[in-house]
């Protein structure tokens, strides 16, 4: 980074509050009790982000007399569900590409039954009356470097053979048109199948929503350990236990009560910032009047997009991965990537130069090695989980919710008969593998970003064996 540049970014960020811009809010909602005792239901739903909300829920619009508890380790929404970008996208396979090479015989069954849990979730915004700036802009994913226009245009040839419709094919003027950034050379716009939300508002709107509903919600409570208690299962608290017939587990990136589960996913820190609002003059710069998401084709992306107070979060890049699969508050926050982010962004609109940030902050994302979730049952059938959304569970967390409770009920559905559901992604190998492992295909996907796109032979090794990472 040259000095200049280096200065300038340094400078944006001297106000930023380190905290997630959604959660500072002065609307947030006080915390429910902790559980204090034992407590019995039908259903125990352990998290209170958007897995554990939606199953609980779900589950009270499929059976309106079960008795159902959820309990959340701190408050609803306080982790990847509050401190996420905002899109809620219909892929349940993170993105049509990653979809088409795992699944090719099911994708399009997979994308119906994305369009129609994402039409779910406006659904239930709106029946519920949760306040979260739902607008259905669709995303532009942006080609930054000359390879990535051809790969936008081979997986919309694709995309175009396998009879999916609704994405348009941009060259630089039209997606300068869009959103004008010197750096975009062209861009692949689905125009319906992508959300803009405030992710905040949305948990405590699921929060209010369940209430509302009668389940039981309990702040503050860990789940400690699960363990068969008579013909149903019990977890422990702090204060007490909960005895249920059936636990649906939606804890993600925490180590999952299943202790063969754990292998599956590791935490990655993903970084975030949030501009002051932008001026009319500003807006206009930028000619962003359809309010899109946008996210660029490298390996090591961006993704950003323009929030209801006109301000423009902008993320990812950098990926960090903890030797150990460790959780660490004080990874939350990182000032050399914020740094970077930051210089990145004003690259990319140089038009906003003296633009500040006010917000700055970072989170772990639960991540399995084929980039969207897997589900599961332990205990004879009484514990159901689903985890491994890999960034990209605001909108696919609802279908996991309706796995979970498929298959808790032991049914058939189209869901449960899914190879993505019935299947699991490769493991993480033990330490100190995961950790050389990681460290090695971060820097191959760097060094792809710098070569065209062409991949090492350890990324196609990766690539025959089923991790697939690129992204």
Known sequence: MAPGAMRTAAASLTDAQPVAYWLDDPGRPGAVPALAGDEHCDLLVVGGGYSGLWTALLAKERDPRRDIVLIEGREVG??????????????????????????????????????????????AVERYAIDCDFERTGDIAVATEPHQVEDLRELYEAAAAAGFTGLDLLDAEAVRAEVDSPTFLGGLWDRRGVAMLNPARLAWGLKRACLDLGVRIYENTPGLELARSGPGTAVRTPYGRVMARHVALGTNVFPSLVRRVRPYTVPVYDYALTTEPLTEDQLCALGWRRRQGLSDGANQFHYFRITADNRILWGGYDAVYPYGGRLDAALDHRPETYLKLASHFFECFPQLEGLRFSHAWGGAIDTCSRFSAFFGTAHGGRVAYAAGYTGLGVGATRFGADVMLDLLAGERTRRTELEMVRTKPVPFPPEPAAWAGIGLTKWSLARADARGGRRNLWLKAMDRVGLGFDS
């Open 78 to 123: 306080w982790a990847a569900s509050g401190r996420n970008g905002g899109f809620c996208s219909a892929s349940l396979t993170h993105g049509l590409a990653n979809g088409l090479s795992r699944w090719p015989g099911e994708l399009r069954m997979l994308e119906d039954l994305g369009e129609r849990n994402l039409d779910g979730i406006e659904s």
